[in-house]
């Protein structure tokens, strides 16, 4: 068990609604990032938080924002959902923003969104 | 162009020997991190092992090290005394600064069969 936790852990829904998937960082954690990861495919990074405030964007299309909150929770919001936008959405959390130390993230179990 | 190469989409290994996973990179930050991670078929990220871009010692966990050739841009995963449990998906992931953030990428991963 990371610390971090994901909910839901499977979510169904119809093309063109909107979704929103909640993770919960370490205790102590500042840092949250999003990470998308389709069949077969690598993580795609989406965007990161470091203690309220957007840090890093990657991927992330428009249809899609996040934001993460005074208690550290965060929330990745999916809207107009198509059917490729079917993935696994892991959230990971650490320490720090970044710097020169180890700053390993560990991940949630993820949420696996089907748009159906 | 790939930051980070993962060139085996597959590979068996017979139980209870060697294996190596290979990674490339590419990066003009002079701090950056490398990190391999393990997805077994349940679907959690599993850190296994980090190595700094200034570590002057290749990074050892356990039955994991990592062949870090900084000259070649190779960060190779060895996993010594192959298990069944073993069996996974095998991510290399790189930590860089860009554009004033830290920002993670992984690669597309390989998928490890330990045959018994």
């Known amino acids: 068990d990371s610390g971090v936790t994901q909910t839901p852990k499977h979510l169904i829904t119809a093309t063109g609604q909107r979704v929103t998937l909640r993770c919960s960082p370490r205790?102590?954690?500042?840092?949250v990032y999003w990470y998308q990861q389709s069949l077969d495919q690598g993580l795609q990074f989406l965007i990161q938080?470091?203690?309220?405030?957007?840090?890093a964007k990657g991927n992330i299309l428009e249809r899609f924002s996040a934001q993460q909150f005074p208690d550290l929770h965060s929330e990745l919001n999916l809207s107009s959902l198509e059917l490729g936008d079917s993935a696994l959405y892991f959230c990971?959390?650490?320490?720090?923003?970044?710097?020169?130390?180890?700053?390993?993230?560990?991940f949630g179990p993820g949420t696996r969104l089907t748009v159906l | 162009a790939q930051k980070i190469t993962q060139t085996q989409p597959g590979m068996f290994v017979q139980e209870k020997e060697a294996v190596t996973l290979d990674c490339t990179y590419d990066?003009?930050?002079?701090?950056?991190?490398l990190f391999w991670y393990k997805q077994p078929s349940s679907g959690e990220m599993i850190f296994l092992i980090y190595q700094g871009s200034y570590d002057q010692q290749n990074a050892t966990e356990g039955r994991y090290s990592l062949n870090f050739q900084k000259a070649r841009k190779s960060a190779n995963l060895v996993i010594s005394a192959s298990q069944l449990g073993d069996s996974a998906m095998y991510f290399c992931a790189m930590r860089e600064l860009s554009s004033g953030t830290y920002k993670y990428i992984f690669g597309t991963g390989t998928r490890l069969k330990v045959l018994a």
């Open positions: 990971a959390s650490s320490v720090e923003a970044g710097g020169s130390s180890y700053n390993e993230q560990f």
């Open positions: 990066t003009s930050d002079p701090s950056y991190g």
């Open positions: 205790s102590g954690d500042l840092s």
């Open positions: 938080y470091y203690n309220g405030e957007e840090r």
